[in-house]
Each structure stands twice: as structure tokens, then as C-alpha cells.
């Protein structure tokens, strides 16, 4: 591949250059030339260069290509090639590290420091601010609440260069800082260009004296004249937000001003209203500031003391987080002579993804590059890393800089990936959007198929429609809109190549703003058989997989968490239902007859107590008549055979609590319960069981050097309390749809890309303090009546917050449709709203029309998983005739969706029965000897077994089929209406077949079909049921077979038609292992 002429200029320019690079402008490819030309052309070694990329993998990527290139062009220099494995070329902590570890006086950290990464980083301190926390004198909590001052110092010192500077601009400057905001504020109201387009209207039109709107229009163009002339503010801005329209009379108007002059007086209502709102124009100090002066220096003591104390910990511990990294690298260079030796050694910097620089980096940086010759390549466009504080105005300032000492400035604007109509649809999109930051992409690639490459869809809805049925839609329509594609066999270009070829499920994406807003959209796709994965996630403590084994853990820390033990007896790891719950509840206990299990080894702190607290004081309807009587004495109290594997997994469970680290316990329960296998088997398997290899991953970090379930406890509150955001394990896409959010999808891209949930709304979670080091510090809290109080200077830096947060946002959805190589889709499950109405501008300015998916209210019952069986299966056990014939619905859950069921202790039932039958097989009437067959099984439920199948031996029912019993566990297999059944007869005589049953309850009715279908293979007129729980017998006539000949039939018939319809009652209801899980589920009282 030859360079363009615009990449050409960039790789080989005589100096300093900055690179604006568009998406997909192949920036990376111009970044290895600019290395060779380097190499070639002027001489530079490798160990004089230092190349910085934004990620590692990123850096590997580089790395591999200028190997690969030196190899090609300079084969008879292997000393380059040597040196190359040497050079600097890694990510800027990368770069900080070196630093710190060439100069570790000059940055104050110890010399053989390791790194944490950012997740343990954030564990660690959340484990360590606590105790820094206590340190504190006691002076300063009674100035500051430990509530906010937690909360304020866990923020400042992310940014500890910021926050050390905006704590040290203190107050003295507001009123000055204030009086300019005003101004401002003013001035752009002013400006606004539907401000002036309304004042004219109000001005140009003039109705009769005595009409309403008319003294309306007066008081507006009054309050108008007021703020423009910097009078009177405050009142004018009541004065415009209280107006009204009602009343004006058509005659006492020229034709046409009435809405003219109506239209104009909402717009300026509407923005003074706005002004109002955001508090700029109307900034002055008040009580909240007298506040915030009084507590400041107390702030700053706590900030300094905190800061020292972990820096301490830390030089102590030998580590370093990637914030420190920052800090004591840029310590370092302020020191003469590290710079000197640093500008000595390297003479060139290239350093890419400039536009996702924070201020501490740009002024390591600047320190770092002040003699030497640098490339910087960015794109504004895609500067969307503000929430790691990432600066767009850094590459501008480095760009401007650069141009001021003679450095060339080069755009790449040639796109090689996505095709030509495509990249003027986005441009024109985007144009009026992002102002001076736009920049128009140019392609020579020619569109695989025909026009419209980019399509919006929205769903329109009753009102009565909430949210989660409009998005239900839109997931619908999307994966109909997809399936359309996949099968129409769209064409779509191969990457880096113009053949074109059909498209498939991996060739597409789904972006989302969020990850939350992902998940439905995976299963609609799994519902039309279109393969889909949620790739990742940063939420792992909030899954379902994470919540389950965290309560388990507490329960284990405190067995006498209520809610931790119902969690647990309620997940897979048991699967209780709600209904034995409430019987144990309702149970009335005057005596424990259980000892009750050693509570904690290990007191909490009183300000670590497990979350939620069980009250004792008053009754729940979880603690049932008696609440100082706790969940896990009641278990065991209760006499339940349902409960007796639970109460003695958790038994043992409870014993290796001291002994095991909280790893092995869950590999303990898991490998008891059988939870990966229940998890493998529900919707979206593949992303829980990556969710639990997750939490079990985590665990092992968190209990590294201590091993203990208490400790893991605690630090797992505290990562909650702290809202750590987790990372979830990435998913490999394969051949499938990849779901992902636009800011995981940043660098990659796809033939297709969906960009969904357009118009959800943006969560406004304000934290309690803002810090700039420009206007110092502001802060919010609650008064004594819990009203928010926020100080002049919080207001500010908010209103900065949302505008940076604003412009942010349009340029997500830049990257978001700069993705795709040859369609891109938008959609909504509003048809007005958050990002939709971002974007509506742009996509009028580029005549995208906007199309309508009307709801649908029957599209909420979604499709079965996979087809009907009528579409190809046609085997089956005879036991599944028993099944469709108690609920279709049930059938299919069992034999189509292969749901394992949620059912109360039907898995042990069902091991003690297999036991049961294993020993009248083979005789065994040993304990031990047949425990070898299902080791995890308890010893009281193979004793079970045992004395069922000695009821088989010693009840004279029974007598006649042991002695005339022909052969045992016989196969047979069954053909009629259209399918194939077969099964295994347990007792098989001259003229009868028997088969052994250990249900709780006698019900030969539920069992007619399966004895009917092994009597008709073998060609038998009797059939039995031995009863083995009760030690009864059962016997069906040959009248009684016959008739059920007949209603198997026509129940073959109905399943190979595919009719699943639910047939739901008290009877079978109760017994379902599917019922916590079914929506036709019988609720009758």
C-alpha cells in the first residue's frame, strides 16, 4: 500500500508536525513511515526516539509494524532491528515509569516500585482511604462532615496535581471571577441568534392598545432593553420567565403577527427561563460561599494529610497507581537536570491519539519535548475521554505551539475505510454539529450496494407505552431489520479490499451510549436465531452471577444475614421457590432445635457492617412471627425434605469457612449445586458464565495475602460503596453480532453498524465537589433539612461541566457512525429526545429522513429461542408424552429451550430416584458402595435410596414381580405419529412391565402415557407402578391402556404441529420446576 500524498507530507516533513487525522485516514500507517523516515533519512536510532501510543495493545501494534518494515527495507541493519526491541515504544505510563525508575530520588518513589493497574488501584484505595480517613484530627470533622469529606477526598485524589492547585486559589478572587461570569452570561443571551430573531419580531410587530398580548409584548421588549443595556438583570429575567401568550384578539393584529409575536415571546421565555436555570447570569456570592470560605482551609489540611499518608503507604509498599505515575514523572522533570539528560538521550517524540491527553500529561509532555523534534496525530472529533479527563483543548494548544515555532501542520482527510457516500452522508450530518472542530472526510471507495447508507428509524407509541416496551420494540424491529439483511445476502466490502462479498452476523455491530442499555437487544437477536455477544461491560458487581455469589459470602461472614441466606436459597446455587420461603416464614418456631453455628470469627468495624442491616426490632415478613429468631435457625428447624441437601451443603459450607479461601468456598458451592451448569443452560449463557469466571477472578485479587472470606467481605462493601466500576470479561464475537458501547468500539470497525437507544436520557449525577485550577473549588452539600446547598463556585464549574459534557456527547456519536465501512443505521425508541434531537439538525442539513416502526402492542410476547419442533425434531424420551400432556408450555421449556428448571429440590429428588433404580439394577444395598455413584449426594439421601429399594424387596406387593421378572433396565424404542420415542423399562416379565417410582406423591394418572408406550413396544397388555415411597402398587387395565392409545396419538399429533400453548392449574403449577420463570404460571388465590 503506497502513501498519499497527504500522508507523505505528514511522514516525511522536515520537522515538527502535527497530524489532524480523520477516522479511518490510516494515521498508523503514516505513524510507521514517519518512524523509517527517521531510521532512513536522517539517522536517528531507535534508543533516541520514543514513541507513545494510547494503549499497550496499541503499542505492541506499532512495535510489530516498524519490526516488520525495518525487516523489509533495512535487512542488512540488524543492529536497528536490536535496537528497536530496546526503544520507547509503549504507552505514556509507560513513559512515566522509565522516568521514575531512571530517577527514582528526583521523583520520590522507591526505586523497585510495581504498578497497579487501574482496577487495583482502585482497590487498594478503597481498602487504604478508610484508615487514612481515621487519622485525621479530630478538628477537622467537627468543620467537615467525615460523610462529605469522604467523598470530596476519594475525588481530589484522582487528580492530586489539580486539586493541590484549585485548593490553593482559595476565594479572594470570586467577586472579580463573578462580576466577568455575569457579563458573559449576559453577552451570549444577547448574542443568541433566536434571542435577536425574536427581539426583532417583538419589536417589528405592534398590536392596539388594551390587547393582553399586546401588554405582553410591551414587558418583553422592556426586559429586553433592560438586560441588553446591563440593567436591572435579575428583575428583567423574572420579568421574560413569567410571560404568557393567553389572550390577543386576530383584529387587533396585522395579518399573521399574532403567532408570529406568540412564537417569539415563548423563545424568549424559554431562554430566560434556561439563563435562569443554569445560575450564570445572575452569580454573586451568597451564604453557601461564607460556607465554603469557612471549611476551605480545613479541606486542604485534610487533602494534605490524606495525600502524605498514602503516599507513605505506598513508597513503603514499593507500588505506584498510573495517576501516580503521572505525578512523580513530572516531579522528576522538574529538575534541571533530568530534563537536560532526557533531552541529551531523546531527540524525537511521536506521540498519537493526542486529543486524549489530560493537562498533567500535556505539561509532563511539554517538560519532556521543549527542544525536541515531535509529531503529534489527533482528531478533536473523537476526543471522547473527558470522564478520565482527557482535554481536547490540549491537542489545539500543542498544534498552535507547534505552527508558532516553524512545525508544518498536515489534515488526513482521505478515508480508507469507509466508502464515498457514506463519508459525505457523516460529513454533512456533522457539519453543522461540531463547529470549528469539523473536518471533511474524502473517499475513493465505491459503495457495495445501492443507497440509503444511512437509515433512522424510530418508534412511535401510545402514551400509555412506558420505556421498556418502546425499547422492546425497537430491539424487535432491529433484529427483523438484520434478519432482512442476512437473508437477503446484503453485499458488504471486505476489509482493506474492494471485492465484496455477503454479509454475516460478524460483520455487524450495536452501539449503545451505555452498557445497561445492551442486553435486550442480545436477546431479541437470540430470539430471531441471530447469533449475538455483549462483548464486555463495567459492571461486573451488578450482574446477576456477581450478586449471587456475593450473598453467598456474606452468608458465610454472618450466617445470621437474613437477606444474604434468602438471596443464596433463592439463586441457582438452590433454587428454592418464593412458595417454601413463605412456608418457612410462616412457620411458628418455640424452640431452636438446632445449635446454632459460631457467629463471626471476626468482628467487623462498627463502620463496616454488612449491607443491608437485619433489623431485629420489627417483624418482616421474612423473619416471620418470632424476629430474634434468625433465617438460618429457622432453616434448620423447619421439617422440610425439600431442605435437608441445602441445610447440609451449607453445613459444610459454614465448617470450611475458617479453613478455605473465599475462591476454593465458591468453587465448593458451585461444584455442590451444580451453579455453572444451571447458568449454562439459561438465556445468554456464554455472558453469565464470563460474568462468574469475572467474580470468581476478582475474588483471588481481593483475597491476595490474607485468604480470608472476612476481608474479601469488606473489601467487596467498599468497592460497592465506592461505585468501583468493575470491568466484565471481554467476549470473543466470532461469527456474531458484536453489542458493545461507542466508547469499547473506539478503534475497531464494521461493515454495519447500529447505533440504538438514541433518545435515552443522560443521568445527571452530580458529585459533591468540582475543583479547576483556574477557578479554584466549589462544593455541595445538604443543610440540616436536607435541601441541597451548592456554593456560586460549584454552579460555575457545573455549567462548565455541561458544556464540555455537551459537546462531548456529539462527538460520540461522531465515532459512533465513523465505525462503519458501508451502512450505518440510528435508531430510537422515541420519536423525540436525547441524542435524536442532537442529531436532527445534522440529518435535515443531509436530508436523512427519519422513518417510523409503529408499536405493536403483540410484538411485546417474544419468540421462542429456537423453531417449533414441528420444524425438524423427531425424537424423544417417552417420558416427554407425560410432560406435554401436564402443560405444552412446560414441554417446551424442558425438551425445546433445554432449561434445566428453578424448581425447590426436584434435581435431588430426581438423583435420589436415579439412585434408587442404580440399586435394584444391580442389587447394591451397601451405603458406600452406591454413594461412589453421585459422590456429591448427601449420605442421608443415598440412605434414602437405599431404604426404598429394600421396600421393593421386602413388600409382599411386590413379591411376584421380583421372582417373575424376566429381564431388567430394558431399551425400548416406539414409533408413531410421525416421531420416535424411547425409554428404559425397569422391570420386564412374561406378560407386564413394571416400573419403580420414589415420588412423594401417588398420581398414575401423570404416568399413564409413559407405561402405556412401554407396554405397546414390547407388545404387553398389564402395566405397574411400584410406588416405592409409599410401598404401594399400582395397576393399569388393558381398557385403561387402550384409552390412553387414543390420547396419545393426538398428543404426537400436537407436538409434531409445534403447539406449545400453556395449559396452566393449581395442580400442575405446584409441581413445575419452571414455574418462577413461566408468565402463565396459575395466580389464583
Same mark, same amino acid.
Given at each position: 500500500?503506497?502513501?498519499? %500524498?497527504?500522508?507523505?507530507?505528514a511522514?516525511?516533513?522536515?520537522? =515538527?508536525?502535527?497530524?489532524?487525522?480523520?477516522?479511518?485516514?490510516?494515521?498508523?500507517?503514516?505513524?510507521?513511515?514517519?518512524y523509517?523516515?527517521?531510521?532512513?533519512?536522517?539517522?536517528?536510532?531507535?534508543?533516541?526516539?520514543?514513541?507513545?501510543?494510547?494503549?499497550?495493545?496499541a503499542?505492541?501494534?506499532?512495535?510489530?509494524?516498524v519490526?516488520?518494515?525495518v525487516?523489509?527495507?533495512?535487512?542488512?541493519s540488524?543492529?536497528?532491528?536490536?535496537?528497536?526491541?530496546?526503544?520507547?515504544i509503549?504507552?505514556?505510563?509507560?513513559?512515566?515509569?522509565?522516568?521514575?525508575r531512571?530517577?527514582?530520588?528526583?521523583?520520590?518513589?522507591?526505586p523497585?516500585?510495581?504498578?497497579?493497574?487501574?482496577l487495583?488501584?482502585e482497590? %487498594?484505595?478503597?481498602?487504604?482511604?478508610?484508615?487514612?480517613?481515621?487519622?485525621?484530627?479530630e478538628?477537622i470533622?467537627?468543620?467537615?462532615p467525615?460523610?462529605?469529606?469522604s467523598?470530596?477526598?476519594?475525588?481530589?485524589?484522582?487528580?492530586?496535581?489539580?486539586?493541590?492547585?484549585?485548593?490553593?486559589?482559595g476565594?479572594?478572587?470570586c467577586?472579580?471571577l463573578?462580576?466577568?461570569?455575569?457579563?458573559?452570561a449576559?453577552t451570549?443571551?444577547?448574542?443568541?441568534?433566536?434571542?435577536?430573531?425574536?427581539?426583532?419580531?417583538?419589536?417589528?410587530?405592534?398590536?392596539?392598545m388594551?390587547?393582553?398580548?399586546?401588554?405582553?409584548?410591551?414587558?418583553?421588549?422592556l426586559a429586553?432593553?433592560?438586560?441588553?443595556?446591563?440593567? !436591572?438583570?435579575?428583575?428583567?429575567l423574572?420579568?421574560?420567565?413569567?410571560?404568557?401568550?393567553?389572550?390577543?384578539?386576530?383584529k !387587533?393584529?396585522?395579518?399573521?403577527?399574532?403567532?408570529?409575536?406568540?412564537?417569539?415571546?415563548v423563545?424568549?421565555?424559554?431562554?430566560?427561563?434556561? /439563563?435562569?436555570?443554569?445560575?450564570?447570569?445572575?452569580?454573586e456570592?451568597?451564604?453557601a460561599?461564607d460556607?465554603?470560605?469557612?471549611?476551605l482551609?480545613?479541606?486542604?489540611?485534610?487533602?494534605?494529610?490524606v495525600?502524605?499518608?498514602?503516599?507513605?503507604i505506598?513508597?513503603?509498599?514499593?507500588?505506584?497507581?498510573f495517576a501516580d505515575?503521572?505525578?512523580?514523572?513530572?516531579?522528576?522533570?522538574?529538575t534541571?537536570?533530568?530534563? /537536560?539528560?532526557?533531552?541529551?538521550?531523546?531527540?524525537?517524540?511521536l506521540?498519537?491519539? +493526542?486529543?486524549?491527553?489530560n493537562?498533567?500529561?500535556?505539561?509532563?509532555?511539554?517538560?519532556l519535548?521543549?527542544?525536541?523534534?515531535?509529531?503529534?496525530?489527533?482528531?478533536g472529533?473523537?476526543?471522547?475521554?473527558?470522564?478520565?479527563?482527557?482535554?481536547v483543548?490540549v491537542?489545539?494548544?500543542?498544534?498552535?505551539?507547534?505552527?508558532?515555532?516553524?512545525?508544518k501542520?498536515?489534515?488526513?482527510?482521505?478515508?480508507?475505510?469507509?466508502?464515498?457516500?457514506?463519508?459525505?452522508?457523516i460529513?454533512?450530518?456533522?457539519?453543522?454539529l461540531?463547529?470549528?472542530l469539523?473536518?471533511?472526510?474524502e473517499?475513493?471507495?465505491?459503495?457495495?450496494?445501492?443507497?440509503?447508507?444511512?437509515?433512522?428509524y424510530?418508534?412511535?407509541?401510545p402514551?400509555?407505552?412506558?420505556?421498556?416496551q418502546?425499547q422492546?420494540?425497537?430491539?424487535?424491529?432491529?433484529a427483523?431489520?438484520?434478519?432482512?439483511m442476512?437473508?437477503?445476502?446484503?453485499?458488504?466490502?471486505?476489509?482493506?479490499?474492494?471485492l465484496?462479498?455477503?454479509?454475516?452476523?460478524?460483520?455487524?455491530?450495536i452501539l449503545?451510549?451505555?452498557?445497561?442499555?445492551?442486553?435486550?437487544y442480545?436477546e431479541?437477536?437470540e430470539?430471531?436465531?441471530?447469533?449475538?455477544?455483549?462483548?464486555?461491560?463495567?459492571?461486573l458487581?451488578?450482574?446477576?452471577?456477581?450478586?449471587?455469589?456475593?450473598?453467598?459470602?456474606?452468608f458465610?461472614?454472618?450466617?445470621?444475614?437474613?437477606?444474604?441466606?434468602?438471596?443464596?436459597?433463592r439463586?441457582?446455587?438452590?433454587?428454592?421457590?418464593d412458595?417454601?420461603?413463605?412456608?418457612?416464614?410462616?412457620?411458628?418456631?418455640?424452640?431452636i432445635?438446632?445449635?446454632?453455628?459460631?457467629?463471626?470469627?471476626?468482628?467487623?468495624?462498627s463502620?463496616?457492617?454488612?449491607?443491608?442491616i437485619?433489623?431485629?426490632?420489627?417483624?418482616?415478613?421474612?423473619q416471620?412471627?418470632?424476629?430474634?429468631?434468625?433465617?438460618w435457625?429457622?432453616?434448620?428447624?423447619?421439617?422440610?425434605?425439600?431442605l435437608?441437601?441445602?441445610?447440609?451443603?451449607?453445613k459444610e459450607?459454614?465448617?470450611?469457612?475458617?479453613?478455605?479461601?473465599?475462591?476454593?468456598?465458591?468453587q465448593?458451592?458451585?461444584?455442590a449445586?451444580?451453579?455453572?451448569?444451571?447458568?449454562?443452560?439459561?438465556?445468554?449463557?456464554?455472558?453469565?458464565?464470563?460474568d462468574?469466571?469475572?467474580?470468581?477472578?476478582?475474588?483471588?485479587?481481593?483475597?491476595?495475602?490474607?485468604?480470608?472470606?472476612? &476481608?474479601v467481605?469488606?473489601?467487596?462493601k467498599?468497592?460497592?460503596?465506592?461505585?468501583?466500576?468493575?470491568?466484565?470479561?471481554?467476549?470473543?464475537?466470532?461469527?456474531?453480532?458484536s453489542?458493545?458501547?461507542v466508547? /469499547?468500539?473506539?478503534?475497531?470497525? %464494521?461493515?454495519?453498524?447500529?447505533v440504538a437507544?438514541?433518545?435515552?436520557?443522560?443521568?445527571?449525577?452530580?458529585?459533591?465537589?468540582?475543583?479547576?485550577p483556574?477557578?479554584?473549588?466549589?462544593?455541595k %452539600?445538604?443543610?440540616?433539612?436536607?435541601?441541597?446547598?451548592?456554593?456560586?463556585?460549584?454552579?460555575?464549574?457545573?455549567?462548565?461541566?455541561?458544556?464540555?459534557?455537551?459537546a462531548?456527547?456529539?462527538?460520540?456519536?461522531?465515532?459512533?457512525?465513523?465505525?462503519?465501512?458501508?451502512?450505518?443505521i440510528?435508531?430510537a425508541n422515541?420519536?423525540?429526545?436525547?441524542n435524536l434531537?442532537?442529531?436532527?439538525?445534522?440529518l435535515?442539513?443531509?436530508?436523512?429522513?427519519i422513518q417510523?416502526?409503529?408499536?405493536?402492542p403483540k410484538?411485546? &410476547?417474544?419468540?421462542t429461542?429456537?423453531s417449533?419442533?414441528?420444524?425438524?425434531?423427531?425424537?424423544?424420551?417417552?417420558?416427554?408424552l407425560s410432560?406435554?400432556?401436564?402443560?405444552p408450555?412446560?414441554f417446551e421449556f424442558?425438551?425445546?429451550?433445554g432449561h434445566?428448571?428453578?424448581?425447590?429440590?426436584?434435581?435431588?429428588?430426581?438423583?435420589?430416584?436415579?439412585?434408587t433404580?442404580?440399586?435394584?439394577?444391580?442389587?447394591?444395598?451397601?451405603?458406600?458402595?452406591l454413594?461412589?455413584?453421585?459422590p456429591?449426594?448427601?449420605?442421608?439421601?443415598v440412605?434414602?435410596?437405599?431404604?426404598?429399594?429394600?421396600?421393593?424387596?421386602?413388600?409382599?406387593? +411386590?413379591?411376584? +414381580?421380583?421372582?417373575?421378572?424376566i429381564?431388567?433396565?430394558k431399551?425400548?424404542?416406539?414409533?408413531?405419529?410421525?416421531?420416535? +420415542?424411547?425409554?428404559?423399562?425397569?422391570?420386564?416379565?412374561?406378560?407386564?412391565?413394571?416400573?419403580y417410582?420414589?415420588?412423594?406423591?401417588?398420581?398414575?394418572q401423570?404416568h399413564?402415557?409413559?407405561l402405556?408406550?412401554?407396554?405397546?413396544?414390547?407388545?404387553?397388555?398389564n402395566?405397574?407402578?411400584?410406588?416405592?415411597?409409599?410401598?404401594?402398587?399400582?395397576?393399569f387395565?388393558?381398557?385403561?391402556?387402550?384409552?390412553?392409545?387414543?390420547?396419545?396419538?393426538?398428543?404426537?399429533?400436537?407436538?409434531?404441529?409445534?403447539?406449545?400453548?400453556?395449559?396452566?392449574?393449581?395442580e400442575?403449577c405446584?409441581?413445575?420446576?419452571?414455574?418462577?420463570?413461566?408468565?402463565s404460571?396459575?395466580?389464583? =388465590?
Open positions: 500500500m503506497s502513501l498519499s %500524498w497527504q500522508q507523505q507530507a511522514a516525511y516533513a522536515p520537522g =515538527s508536525v502535527a497530524v489532524t487525522a480523520g477516522a479511518g485516514t490510516g494515521k498508523t500507517y503514516m505513524l510507521v513511515e514517519r523509517l523516515y527517521y531510521l532512513q533519512e536522517r539517522g536517528v536510532s531507535p534508543l533516541s526516539m520514543v514513541a507513545v501510543t494510547f494503549t499497550d495493545k503499542a505492541r501494534e506499532l512495535r510489530s509494524r519490526r516488520t518494515a525487516a523489509q527495507q533495512l535487512p542488512d540488524p543492529d536497528i532491528l536490536a535496537e528497536l526491541e530496546a526503544a520507547q509503549g504507552t505514556i505510563h509507560a513513559l512515566a515509569a522509565w522516568i521514575c531512571q530517577y527514582p530520588q528526583e521523583a520520590g518513589v522507591a523497585d516500585f510495581t504498578i497497579l493497574d487501574d487495583e488501584g482497590i %487498594w484505595l478503597a481498602d487504604r482511604l478508610q484508615e487514612a480517613l481515621a487519622k485525621l484530627p478538628t470533622y467537627q468543620k467537615v467525615y460523610s462529605l469529606l467523598q470530596v477526598l476519594e475525588i481530589l485524589i484522582a487528580d492530586p496535581i489539580s486539586a493541590q492547585r484549585s485548593l490553593a486559589q476565594t479572594e478572587h467577586d472579580r463573578f462580576a466577568e461570569i455575569r457579563q458573559d449576559v451570549q443571551l444577547c448574542q443568541n441568534s433566536d434571542w435577536q430573531n425574536s427581539r426583532s419580531i417583538l419589536d417589528r410587530y405592534i398590536g392596539k388594551g390587547d393582553k398580548l399586546e401588554a405582553y409584548r410591551q414587558a418583553a421588549t429586553i432593553a433592560d438586560l441588553e443595556a446591563g440593567r !436591572n438583570i435579575n428583575q428583567a423574572e420579568c421574560l420567565a413569567k410571560l404568557t401568550i393567553r389572550g390577543g384578539s386576530q !387587533n393584529w396585522e395579518k399573521g403577527a399574532i403567532d408570529a409575536v406568540k412564537n417569539a415571546i423563545t424568549v421565555r424559554n431562554l430566560a427561563r434556561q /439563563a435562569l436555570s443554569a445560575g450564570l447570569i445572575t452569580l456570592w451568597g451564604e460561599d460556607r465554603l470560605a469557612s471549611i482551609d480545613a479541606l486542604s489540611e485534610a487533602f494534605d494529610a495525600q502524605t499518608e498514602l503516599n507513605r505506598k513508597f513503603r509498599s514499593r507500588m505506584l497507581t505515575l503521572e505525578v512523580r514523572a513530572l516531579q522528576a522533570l522538574q534541571e537536570r533530568v530534563r /537536560a539528560e532526557c533531552r541529551d538521550r531523546y531527540r524525537v517524540f506521540v498519537d491519539e +493526542f486529543q486524549d491527553t493537562p498533567v500529561q500535556a505539561e509532563f509532555l511539554e517538560l519535548t521543549e527542544t525536541s523534534e515531535l509529531t503529534i496525530v489527533g482528531d472529533k473523537q476526543s471522547i475521554y473527558g470522564f478520565r479527563r482527557a482535554d483543548s491537542f489545539d494548544r500543542f498544534r498552535d505551539r507547534l505552527v508558532s515555532q516553524g512545525g501542520l498536515v489534515e488526513l482527510s482521505l478515508s480508507f475505510r469507509t466508502h464515498q457516500l457514506l463519508i459525505d452522508r460529513n454533512r450530518i456533522f457539519k453543522p461540531l463547529g470549528t469539523h473536518q471533511d472526510l473517499s475513493s471507495i465505491e459503495p457495495p450496494h445501492p443507497a440509503p447508507h444511512v437509515r433512522v424510530t418508534v412511535q407509541a402514551k400509555e407505552v412506558n420505556k421498556p418502546r422492546l420494540a425497537e430491539a424487535q424491529h432491529i427483523r431489520l438484520l434478519q432482512e442476512l437473508e437477503r445476502q446484503t453485499p458488504v466490502r471486505e476489509k482493506h479490499s474492494p465484496s462479498r455477503s454479509i454475516a452476523p460478524g460483520d455487524i455491530a449503545a451510549r451505555t452498557w445497561d442499555a445492551l442486553q435486550i442480545s431479541a437477536l430470539a430471531a436465531g441471530i447469533p449475538a455477544v455483549v462483548a464486555g461491560g463495567d459492571s458487581l451488578t450482574t446477576r452471577e456477581a450478586k449471587d455469589a456475593i450473598a453467598f459470602l456474606r458465610l461472614c454472618d450466617p445470621s444475614d437474613d437477606i444474604a441466606l434468602v438471596a443464596v436459597l439463586s441457582p446455587f438452590f433454587a428454592i421457590s412458595r417454601i420461603l413463605f412456608q418457612i416464614a410462616q412457620t411458628q418456631i418455640s424452640h432445635s438446632h445449635p446454632t453455628l459460631p457467629e463471626r470469627a471476626k468482628p467487623l468495624e463502620n463496616q457492617t454488612l449491607q443491608p437485619n433489623s431485629r426490632s420489627k417483624a418482616s415478613p421474612l416471620g412471627e418470632n424476629p430474634q429468631i434468625t433465617w435457625q429457622r432453616l434448620q428447624s423447619v421439617n422440610l425434605p425439600e435437608a441437601e441445602t441445610i447440609e451443603s451449607l459450607l459454614l465448617k470450611e469457612r475458617y479453613r478455605e479461601p473465599p475462591s476454593r468456598l465458591l465448593k458451592i458451585d461444584r449445586t451444580g451453579y455453572t451448569a444451571t447458568i449454562a443452560n439459561l438465556p445468554n449463557a456464554e455472558r453469565r458464565e464470563a462468574w469466571r469475572g467474580f470468581r477472578e476478582l475474588v483471588r485479587t481481593l483475597e491476595a495475602g490474607t485468604h480470608d472470606v472476612f &476481608t467481605v469488606r473489601r467487596l467498599r468497592l460497592i460503596q465506592s461505585d468501583v466500576k468493575i470491568p466484565r470479561l471481554p467476549l470473543d464475537a466470532k461469527n456474531a453480532v453489542l458493545m458501547t466508547h /469499547a468500539a473506539k478503534g475497531l470497525e %464494521w461493515s454495519m453498524v447500529v437507544d438514541l433518545t435515552r436520557s443522560t443521568p445527571n449525577n452530580s458529585p459533591p465537589i468540582y475543583f479547576d483556574e477557578f479554584g473549588v466549589g462544593l %452539600w445538604e443543610d440540616e433539612n436536607g435541601e441541597p446547598c451548592k456554593s456560586s463556585l460549584y454552579i460555575l464549574l457545573d455549567n462548565l461541566r455541561k458544556q464540555r459534557e455537551e462531548e456527547t456529539l462527538r460520540v456519536l461522531y465515532v459512533a457512525l465513523t465505525r462503519a465501512r458501508d451502512v450505518a440510528l435508531t422515541d420519536t423525540k429526545g436525547g434531537d442532537r442529531l436532527r439538525p445534522g435535515e442539513t443531509a436530508g436523512i429522513p417510523i416502526w409503529e408499536f405493536d410484538s411485546q &410476547t417474544p419468540n429461542l429456537l417449533p419442533v414441528g420444524s425438524g425434531l423427531s425424537e424423544l424420551p417417552i417420558t416427554a410432560e406435554y400432556a401436564a402443560c408450555q412446560r424442558h425438551f425445546i429451550l434445566p428448571g428453578l424448581g425447590e429440590g426436584g434435581a435431588i429428588a430426581k438423583r435420589v430416584g436415579t439412585l433404580h442404580k440399586a435394584l439394577e444391580l442389587g447394591i444395598r451397601d451405603v458406600k458402595m454413594a461412589s455413584f453421585d456429591e449426594l448427601t449420605l442421608v439421601r440412605e434414602q435410596a437405599i431404604e426404598f429399594a429394600e421396600n421393593f424387596d421386602r413388600h409382599p406387593d +411386590f413379591i411376584s +414381580f421380583r421372582q417373575g421378572a429381564a431388567k433396565e431399551t425400548v424404542i416406539l414409533e408413531f405419529g410421525g416421531l420416535t +420415542f424411547n425409554g428404559v423399562i425397569d422391570l420386564v416379565g412374561k406378560d407386564w412391565i413394571l416400573d417410582k420414589t415420588d412423594t406423591e401417588i398420581d398414575p401423570h399413564r402415557f409413559q402405556w408406550a412401554y407396554a405397546e413396544a414390547i407388545g404387553v397388555k402395566a405397574h407402578i411400584a410406588y416405592l415411597r409409599h410401598s404401594q402398587l399400582y395397576t387395565s388393558p381398557k385403561e391402556l387402550t384409552n390412553t392409545r387414543q390420547e396419545a396419538e393426538k398428543l404426537a399429533l400436537q407436538i409434531g404441529s409445534g403447539n406449545y400453548d400453556p395449559k396452566p392449574s393449581v400442575v405446584k409441581k413445575c420446576p419452571y414455574k418462577e420463570i413461566c408468565s404460571q396459575f395466580r389464583g =388465590s
